[in-house]
């Protein structure tokens, strides 16, 4: 696979670390512990497009949100992280 980094244009893959599902948000500190736990190790598996959150930690070492389709591995496009919203 090849990601299009908006800092290094486009790079393999092997130069960035997965970090998983870019809409996740850490619960509130009154939650509690169930949803600390959920929050950690229960995670969706979703089929299709979907955001995610990689590092280029070969490269530039930003956090992008990358769009990726899940059954095909194709990447729709890359922006930094701090710059998105959910
Ligand atoms: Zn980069």
Redesign the pocket.
């Given at each position: 696979m090849r990601v299009q980094?908006p800092?290094?244009g486009e790079?393999d893959s092997n130069e960035f670390t997965f970090l998983g599902d870019a809409s996740c948000r850490r619960p509130d500190s009154s939650s509690g512990v169930e949803s600390f736990f959920r929050s950690l190790y229960v995670r969706e598996n979703p089929a299709g497009r979907h955001a995610e959150l990689w590092y280029?930690s070969g490269?530039?070492r930003?956090f992008l949100k990358v769009f990726r389709d899940t059954r095909t591995h194709e990447i729709f496009s890359a922006e930094l992280a701090s710059e998105t919203q959910a």
């Amino acid at each position: 696979m090849r990601v299009q980094c908006p800092f290094c244009g486009e790079r393999d893959s092997n130069e960035f670390t997965f970090l998983g599902d870019a809409s996740c948000r850490r619960p509130d500190s009154s939650s509690g512990v169930e949803s600390f736990f959920r929050s950690l190790y229960v995670r969706e598996n979703p089929a299709g497009r979907h955001a995610e959150l990689w590092y280029h930690s070969g490269g530039c070492r930003y956090f992008l949100k990358v769009f990726r389709d899940t059954r095909t591995h194709e990447i729709f496009s890359a922006e930094l992280a701090s710059e998105t919203q959910a």
